[in-house]
Each structure stands twice: as structure tokens, then as C-alpha cells.
């Protein structure tokens, strides 16, 4: 079977533009846009299961670390759980000075108004309308005609206006966003931005952002850098507009079409940290600003512990972060090729010399992303990776998450160079149990504990012996794990948390595998723990990462039973 004949089905969705002296082509990207975060948006209704309050407001929080300034937390006047999220924010000052919370509504009178209530009290904020101009949209969906669809954003900015002189506390900034603006006429979409912007007084003191936005991707991204620079040339009041693109990415070309749009005049970005969004996802944020990033150019945006960033994300909309994703998957450091092992070592031996980064297969320094080397100099796991997993999986049900994958290759690595034999399913087990289990038997011992509910809590009371001497602790939390970290009170944070039933063959018991990290280091590690007891397997794990993590050097002994009473 073939594809249907396209000329038959298929047309051109866009208007060419006539801009012989384009300029864009010319020009470098030189510093960073501002960023604008949707993932709290448009990232949100784009997942099986939308996050709840305590799911987005651990998101905000990120993005806020991450260094965003613009945050599109949710579309209020459609959403109880955005109106309450919006209104939590706000009530609770949990917003810096420095950061504007941005919300969402159509171009329609009393989602307006609520969108407004959502917002009372805030120190900075904006209101975001929108209503599409598109020829399409026009005929088909709102069956207007091209001076009716100019009506109805006029008319939403006269609301905009209107309900935001009742709030003068609050220090607003106004966007327009006329959507699936890159398939309308320019000649429309300009006179339709130039009217709202003429409402909304736009000037250098006062700026509007308007957002010219590729809701579907239509074209190619060089005739969308075209259509960016003829508005950045021809629309009206230009020095109190910022130019905001949000691009999707149906033809797989949203980073491309964002970043030359930057070149053609945008001066600021709007997407997901990795690209999450409807259909096909929205631009990947992480992606632009790592290659501002890799040329020398600052980003404005902080993705020194790219691990935790991913670990907060996958968490908070349950989709996970692909291992060939551009600078943060798990595998994009890691070469598999002999070649390129031998090009990268090369490399290295130079690179001791260098100030300015230039490796060979390695774009970016994975150090600064929180990352270390061993995944790239012990690169040799061509087989051995995949064939550790296969066995472990096959013969013992234990599927290992990625990253602990390519750690533990390089120990079976070690063992077969300097044995020189084929290993076993069963010497591989036994490998990882000496590697992350028998590593419990360190300066952490648990003799005993109890687990209780107390008012809701989750109470654990431990009988460790701490370097030779017993001690007990005690702390609370909302399930054993944080329980089990409060009373320790060790600089750590559990990064990722798995449960595995071993099969019979290796006695039917569970496995708890955790990653942890060192609180600002971006040093982590992993251990694991098994037992009949879920629970104590995770206390075994716990005990096994502390272990290894003073074993390693980067635990402080003299920390040790700092909680103990």
C-alpha cells in the first residue's frame, strides 16, 4: 500500500511572503530572548492525568529555580483546580518580586471577568487573551468573517482594559496572542494586532506582548522567520511590543523555526522545558537554551542538575524523558561506537590543556549539566549493557532504570577485563547485590525499627548502629521513605524511588532501588535493598546509598548521627 497522491488531498496552509531583503539570514543569535514556561499550561492539558495543586505548585517551584521570569500557570476561568492553584500562589507569597505569573482566557466577556478574580492581589501578572484569525477558523469554526474575528480581540482587549483599572496594585502586563497566526494573512494578523495594541497603549514604558504563534505548524521554519521579520518591520508601535513566538512542533522543526525567529526579530520564546505540549509537543526550552548555551551565549536559564529537573518533570506529568533527548536524555553522552570511545579518550588528553571546550562527539561539557564522565570514558557497552539488562530481566524479573544500567555495566565491565571470561546471569546477580545491597553492612547499620500512623503521619522509630555505636532516631513523614530522611537528617534528597518483585529464583523476596543526591552538589548515587518487607528493603537501600556516598568521599563522616537522641 502506498500513500494517497498528496496534490489531490493537500494544499499550502500559509501565505508566501514577499521579503526579498530579509535580513534574518544574516544574523547570529547573541543573547538569550526572555523565556516564558507553559509547561504549567499548555504542557498540563497535554498529559493522560492533569497535575493536581501540590503537582503544579512543585512544578512552579522548578521552574522558578530554573530561572524562568514569565509562567504561564493555568487557565483559571475554565479550571477550578487553575482558579485554586492561581489564588494558593498569591495568598501564600509564594512568588518572587521578579517573576510574572501569566494566565490564559479567550477573547469572551466573563471569562475575563473570573480571570481577573483569579488574579486579585497579585504584585505582577499577565493576562493572556486569544481568539484565532486564520481562514480556517474563520469559515469553519467561528463562522466569522475577517472583520468579525478583529471584533472579537478588540472587544477582549476593551474587557483586558477595563477589569485591570479595577486592580491598580497590581502591575499588569497585557498579551495577544492571535492564534494559528503563522496559516492567517499577514495583512490580517497585523491589523488585528495593531488594534489591540492601539487599545492597550502600547509604548516603550508600557509594552504589550504580542505572542505570533505557530499552533500548528504549517511551513517550513525559514518562511516562519519570514513572516516573523515582516511583522517585526511593519507592525505599528514596534518599541512597545515584545514579539513573543510559541512554536509546535508537527513537522519536528520547532526548535529550528523558534531559534530563527529569535534571528528575525522575537524577543521572546514561549514552550516546555523538554518539549511537552499537545500533538506533538511544544518547543523544547531546554533544547534552544543548551544550544545558546553550547556557542557561547548565556541563557538565563540554570540546567547545571539536569537530573533533578527531569526527575521533577517525569514525577509531575508522569511522561518520561526519552534517553536520546537533546542534552538531557540518559544515552546522549554515552557513545557505544569503538571509534568514537577512542576519539572521545583522545579528547580528553587534550582537552586537560584547553580552556575553551572542543571534544570530539561532545557538544556541550556533561559536568556542567550535573553530569559526569563515567558514562563517556567507559563507553565500551555495546553488548554488555544490553545483555546485563536481558539477564537480570530474564532471570531474576529485575529491571534496572537507566542510569543505574550504564553505572553498573562499567563494574561488570571491570570484572570481565580483568577476568577475561564470560559472566553469568547468576554472577551478575550476585555482582550487584555485593555492589548495592552487602554495602548496608558500612558506617549505617539498622538493628531494628518500627513504622506507625500517627495523625496522619507516617511515624518510624530506628535502632541504627552508626559507626560501631547503637543510637535511635526518630522522624515522620507522609509515606516511610520521607519518614526514614527526617530522621536521619542527612543533607540528601531521594531523586528516584522503584519497587521490584524478584522472581522466584531469587528466593521471591522485594528489591527497592533508590538514586540519591547531595543537597547542592549534584553528586548522587545509587543502592538498593532486599527483603521479604518492602519496607525494610527501602531502609536497607537508604542505608546502602549512605554507604557508598562516604565510601565515595562525598559524605561527610562527622555527619553522621547528627538526628540521633
Same mark, same amino acid.
Given at each position: 500500500?502506498?500513500?494517497?497522491?498528496?496534490?489531490?488531498?493537500?494544499?499550502?496552509?500559509?501565505?508566501?511572503?514577499?521579503?526579498?531583503?530579509?535580513?534574518?539570514?544574516?544574523?547570529?543569535?547573541?543573547?538569550?530572548?526572555?523565556?516564558?514556561?507553559?509547561?504549567?499550561?499548555?504542557?498540563?492539558?497535554?498529559?493522560?492525568?492533569?497535575?493536581?495543586?501540590?503537582?503544579?505548585?512543585?512544578?512552579?517551584?522548578?521552574?522558578?529555580?530554573?530561572?524562568?521570569?514569565h509562567?504561564?500557570?493555568?487557565?483559571?476561568?475554565? @479550571?477550578?483546580?487553575?482558579?485554586?492553584?492561581?489564588?494558593?500562589?498569591?495568598?501564600?507569597?509564594?512568588?518572587?518580586?521578579?517573576?510574572?505569573?501569566?494566565?490564559?482566557?479567550?477573547?469572551?466577556?466573563?471569562?475575563?471577568?473570573?480571570?481577573?478574580?483569579?488574579?486579585?492581589?497579585?504584585?505582577?501578572a499577565?493576562?493572556?487573551?486569544?481568539?484565532?484569525?486564520?481562514?480556517?477558523?474563520?469559515?469553519?469554526?467561528?463562522?466569522?468573517?475577517?472583520?468579525g474575528?478583529?471584533?472579537?480581540?478588540?472587544?477582549?482587549?476593551?474587557?483586558?482594559?477595563?477589569?485591570?483599572?479595577?486592580?491598580?496594585? !497590581?502591575?499588569?502586563?497585557?498579551?495577544?496572542?492571535?492564534?494559528?497566526?503563522?496559516?492567517?494573512?499577514?495583512?490580517?494578523?497585523?491589523?488585528?494586532?495593531?488594534?489591540?495594541?492601539?487599545?492597550?497603549?502600547?509604548?516603550?514604558?508600557?509594552?504589550?506582548?504580542l505572542?505570533?504563534?505557530? !499552533?500548528?505548524?504549517?511551513?517550513?521554519?525559514?518562511?516562519?522567520?519570514?513572516?516573523?521579520?515582516?511583522?517585526?518591520?511593519?507592525?505599528?508601535?514596534?518599541d512597545?511590543?515584545?514579539?513573543?513566538?510559541?512554536?509546535?512542533?508537527?513537522?519536528?522543526?520547532?526548535?529550528?523555526?523558534?531559534?530563527?525567529?529569535?534571528?528575525?526579530?522575537?524577543d521572546?520564546?514561549?514552550?516546555?522545558?523538554?518539549?511537552?505540549?499537545?500533538?506533538?509537543?511544544?518547543?523544547?526550552?531546554?533544547?534552544?537554551?543548551?544550544?545558546?548555551?553550547?556557542q557561547g551565549?548565556?541563557?538565563?536559564?540554570?540546567?547545571?542538575?539536569?537530573?533533578?529537573?527531569?526527575?521533577?518533570?517525569?514525577?509531575? !506529568?508522569?511522561?518520561?524523558?526519552?534517553?536520546?533527548?537533546?542534552?538531557?536524555?540518559?544515552?546522549?553522552?554515552?557513545?557505544?561506537?569503538?571509534?568514537?570511545?577512542d576519539?572521545?579518550?583522545?579528547?580528553?588528553?587534550?582537552?586537560?590543556?584547553?580552556?575553551?571546550?572542543?571534544?570530539?562527539?561532545?557538544?556541550?561539557?556533561?559536568?556542567?549539566?550535573?553530569?559526569?564522565?563515567?558514562?563517556v570514558?567507559?563507553?565500551?557497552?555495546q553488548?554488555?549493557?544490553?545483555?546485563?539488562?536481558?539477564?537480570?530481566?530474564?532471570?531474576?524479573?529485575v529491571?534496572?532504570?537507566?542510569?543505574?544500567?550504564?553505572?553498573?555495566?562499567?563494574?561488570?565491565?571491570?570484572?570481565?577485563?580483568?577476568?577475561?571470561?564470560?559472566?553469568t546471569?547468576?554472577?551478575?546477580?550476585?555482582?550487584?547485590?555485593?555492589?548495592?545491597?552487602?554495602?548496608?553492612?558500612?558506617?549505617?547499620?539498622?538493628?531494628?525499627?518500627?513504622?506507625?500512623?500517627q495523625?496522619?503521619?507516617?511515624?518510624?522509630?530506628?535502632?541504627?548502629?552508626?559507626?560501631?555505636?547503637?543510637?535511635?532516631?526518630?522522624?515522620?513523614?507522609?509515606?516511610?521513605?520521607?519518614?526514614?530522611?527526617?530522621?536521619?537528617?542527612?543533607?540528601?534528597?531521594?531523586?528516584?524511588?522503584?519497587?521490584? @518483585?524478584?522472581?522466584?529464583?531469587?528466593?521471591?523476596?522485594?528489591?527497592?532501588?533508590?538514586?540519591?543526591?547531595?543537597?547542592?552538589?549534584?553528586?548522587?548515587?545509587?543502592?538498593?535493598?532486599?527483603?521479604?518487607?518492602?519496607?525494610?528493603?527501602?531502609?536497607?537501600?537508604?542505608?546502602?546509598?549512605?554507604?557508598?556516598?562516604?565510601?565515595?568521599?562525598?559524605?561527610?563522616? @562527622?555527619?553522621?548521627?547528627?538526628?540521633?537522641?
Amino acid at each position: 500500500m502506498m500513500l494517497a497522491d498528496p496534490s489531490k488531498k493537500y494544499r499550502r496552509m500559509y501565505q508566501r511572503v514577499d521579503l526579498p531583503d530579509r535580513q534574518w539570514p544574516n544574523k547570529e543569535i547573541e543573547q538569550a530572548p526572555l523565556w516564558m514556561s507553559t509547561d504549567l499550561r499548555d504542557g498540563n492539558q497535554a498529559i493522560f492525568e492533569p497535575m493536581n495543586i501540590e503537582q503544579k505548585f512543585k512544578m512552579f517551584q522548578m521552574l522558578v529555580k530554573i530561572g524562568f521570569k514569565h509562567i504561564e500557570i493555568g487557565f483559571p476561568s475554565a @479550571s477550578q483546580i487553575d482558579f485554586d492553584f492561581t489564588r494558593k500562589l498569591i495568598e501564600e507569597n509564594h512568588i518572587p518580586d521578579d517573576v510574572y505569573i501569566e494566565v490564559l482566557v479567550q477573547a469572551r466577556d466573563h471569562l475575563i471577568e473570573r480571570t481577573f478574580e483569579a488574579l486579585a492581589g497579585a504584585k505582577r501578572a499577565i493576562v493572556h487573551i486569544y481568539n484565532a484569525n486564520s481562514p480556517t477558523f474563520r469559515s469553519k469554526v467561528l463562522n466569522v468573517d475577517i472583520a468579525g474575528a478583529k471584533a472579537l480581540a478588540v472587544n477582549a482587549a476593551e474587557k483586558v482594559k477595563h477589569y485591570a483599572a479595577q486592580y491598580p496594585a !497590581t502591575e499588569w502586563i497585557f498579551q495577544y496572542s492571535p492564534e494559528c497566526f503563522s496559516a492567517t494573512e499577514l495583512e490580517v494578523a497585523k491589523d488585528v494586532c495593531d488594534a489591540v495594541t492601539e487599545i492597550w497603549d502600547a509604548r516603550p514604558e508600557h509594552k504589550v506582548i504580542l505572542n505570533l504563534p505557530a !499552533t500548528v505548524e504549517v511551513s517550513t521554519p525559514n518562511v516562519y522567520a519570514d513572516q516573523i521579520e515582516w511583522m517585526h518591520r511593519n507592525i505599528a508601535r514596534r518599541d512597545g511590543v515584545l514579539i513573543s513566538v510559541h512554536c509546535h512542533n508537527d513537522r519536528g522543526c520547532g526548535i529550528a523555526a523558534s531559534e530563527l525567529a529569535i534571528m528575525a526579530g522575537a524577543d521572546r520564546v514561549e514552550g516546555c522545558v523538554f518539549g511537552n505540549g499537545e500533538r506533538t509537543g511544544n518547543v523544547d526550552i531546554a533544547a534552544i537554551a543548551l544550544n545558546m548555551y553550547s556557542q557561547g551565549v548565556a541563557p538565563l536559564l540554570d540546567f547545571s542538575n539536569i537530573n533533578e529537573i527531569i526527575a521533577t518533570i517525569e514525577e509531575c !506529568t508522569g511522561l518520561p524523558v526519552h534517553p536520546r533527548h537533546p542534552y538531557a536524555g540518559d544515552l546522549v553522552f554515552t557513545a557505544f561506537s569503538g571509534s568514537h570511545q577512542d576519539a572521545i579518550k583522545k579528547g580528553f588528553e587534550f582537552q586537560k590543556d584547553q580552556d575553551i571546550w572542543d571534544m570530539p562527539y561532545l557538544p556541550i561539557d556533561p559536568k556542567d549539566l550535573g553530569r559526569d564522565y563515567d558514562a563517556v570514558i567507559r563507553v565500551n557497552s555495546q553488548s554488555g549493557k544490553g545483555g546485563i539488562a536481558y539477564l537480570l530481566e530474564s532471570h531474576y524479573n529485575v529491571s534496572l532504570p537507566r542510569r543505574l544500567q550504564i553505572e553498573f555495566s562499567q563494574v561488570v565491565q571491570q570484572v570481565t577485563d580483568e577476568e577475561g571470561t564470560e559472566i553469568t546471569a547468576q554472577e551478575i546477580w550476585k555482582l550487584f547485590k555485593k555492589t548495592y545491597v552487602e554495602s548496608k553492612d558500612g558506617a549505617y547499620r539498622t538493628e531494628s525499627y518500627k513504622l506507625s500512623d500517627q495523625d496522619g503521619k507516617q511515624v518510624i522509630e530506628l535502632q541504627l548502629n552508626i559507626d560501631g555505636e547503637s543510637r535511635q532516631i526518630r522522624g515522620e513523614g507522609n509515606g516511610p521513605i520521607s519518614a526514614i530522611l527526617d530522621a536521619l537528617q542527612l543533607p540528601i534528597d531521594v531523586l528516584n524511588y522503584e519497587e521490584r @518483585s524478584i522472581s522466584a529464583g531469587a528466593s521471591a523476596k522485594a528489591l527497592a532501588l533508590l538514586e540519591v543526591q547531595i543537597k547542592g552538589t549534584g553528586r548522587s548515587t545509587f543502592g538498593a535493598g532486599v527483603h521479604d518487607n518492602i519496607v525494610t528493603s527501602s531502609i536497607e537501600a537508604i542505608m546502602s546509598c549512605i554507604n557508598r556516598l562516604i565510601a565515595q568521599g562525598v559524605l561527610d563522616k @562527622s555527619q553522621l548521627g547528627a538526628a540521633a537522641v
